[in-house]
């Protein structure tokens, strides 16, 4: 077994092992990729600035969010599909993130649903993503089910109101439900172990894999396309929509996606508890800014009155720092996870975080801050260049 020792080792492996059109659905961004090499330049170009002389030399990356004590300020993103990337993913996922004590984001479109993920993860801190679906009593009934799952953190996603334009997608035949073409049929044979240790055992267990959250008619006839519009993301989401989420669900709001002040100003209005300034990993939109070049207006404006949490880019432990040092209160992570969950299954998701894990821990050593708030308050937010 090759040595892992940072997240291009890990994401090396996973490219061996998944599919093709399944690695490049996960690890690539959208159009000309713009937004992927602005995310990776706008966290490149930040520094920190160490404190010296601190006299300490333990530090403590525990945290309290949304009223909750976590190993740490991080949180395993809602992605979805996981479940294809090992057998039963989405809950392989949720129990490495139990055991390194953070939260997991379940994604409405996951392969397993809330209610399994619950049975196979019980001490799991479970958050639910929602994409409102156009038939607002099947979403309302999802959110049910997820709060009796106890996800006490919902968070919405706002940035995706049509289907990104990734082009190499279509190219490799990717796509949900799954569609056997020559090229797809050939790239999933040159993967055998994926072939047979993930989509075979789907196959002789539940049948072809899915998106679990969705009403059995969408799953078993996609032809039938009254039942697809009911559960399409809504095009038309607004504030009003919002409020109505704050009315029905009864834990923590988030709504994620958010890079404007103006809507993060609305977010406090409409109650909600949190934003995710995120661009979605690069995926959507080609020509957003960097999340990074947005988080310290929105900290200025609505800090102590939303939780901010943010996301995109991240591949390294000091990249979560960077995002904390400008004021973010947690960081997301999305695709490492995902490699680290096909590097090893659920040994290799949780080996991923703690490797994130000890590279904050060595790079607050160096800059002399002993804790998460000495981060955020300290010398290290007077950093951008
Ligand atoms: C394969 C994949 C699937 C994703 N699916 C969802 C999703 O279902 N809902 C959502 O809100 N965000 C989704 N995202 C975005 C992540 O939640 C997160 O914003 C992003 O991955 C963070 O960037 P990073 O991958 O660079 O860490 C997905 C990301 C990836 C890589």
């Known amino acids: 077994m090759p040595m892992l020792l940072n997240a291009s080792d890990y994401r090396r492996r996973a490219r061996r092992f998944l599919p093709r059109g399944l690695f490049e659905y996960i690890d690539r961004g959208s159009e000309d990729e713009t937004a992927l090499t602005r995310l990776r330049a706008s966290l490149d170009a930040i520094t920190l600035l160490p404190a010296v002389l601190t006299g300490r030399d333990r530090r403590d990356l525990d945290t309290v969010l949304f009223g909750r004590r976590l190993a740490a300020p991080l949180v395993v993103a809602p992605t979805a599909l ?25 994604s409405t479109q996951s392969v397993t649903t809330v209610e399994t993920i619950r049975r196979g993860a019980p001490d799991a801190l479970l958050w639910f993503q929602l994409y409102v679906w156009r038939d607002r009593a099947l979403t309302a009934r999802l959110l049910e089910r997820a709060s009796a799952c106890g996800c006490d953190n919902l968070l919405v996603t706002v940035d995706t109101p049509v289907s990104p334009k990734r082009e190499y997608n279509e190219r490799n035949g990717f796509g949900i439900p799954f569609k056997p073409h020559l090229r797809s049929m050939l790239d999933v044979s040159l993967h055998p172990s994926w072939l047979f240790g993930v989509l075979a055992r789907y196959l002789v267990s539940e049948g072809m894999p899915t998106y679990g959250h969705y ?171």
């Open 215 to 385: 009403p059995e008619a969408f799953r078993t006839a996609i032809t039938r396309a009254d039942i697809a519009e009911s559960v399409r993301i809504e095009p038309r989401l607004s504030w009003d929509d919002m409020c109505w989420l704050r009315e029905i669900w009864p834990g923590k709001l988030t709504i994620k996606g958010v890079l404007a002040v103006e809507d993060a100003e609305r977010a406090v209005e409409i109650g909600a508890d949190g934003v995710v300034v995120s661009v979605h990993g690069g995926r959507n939109l080609d020509c957003l800014p960097a999340p990074a070049d947005c988080i310290p207006a929105i900290v200025g404006a609505v800090k102590g009155r939303l939780t901010i949490l943010a996301d995109s880019g991240v591949r390294r432990g000091t990249d979560v720092l960077k995002y904390l040092a400008l004021g973010a209160e947690a960081v997301l992570l999305g695709r490492l996870p995902l490699w680290g969950l096909a590097s090893g299954g659920e040994a290799g998701a949780e080996a991923i975080l703690r490797m994130v894990l000890r590279e904050m821990d060595t790079a607050m050593a160096f800059l002399g801050a002993h804790c998460v708030p000495a981060l955020r308050n300290g010398r290290a937010s007077e950093l951008r260049n």
């Open 82 to 106: 996981a479940g294809l990337v090992s057998h039963d993913g989405e809950t392989k996922l949720a129990r490495a993130a139990s055991r390194v004590g953070i939260p997991v984001c379940i």
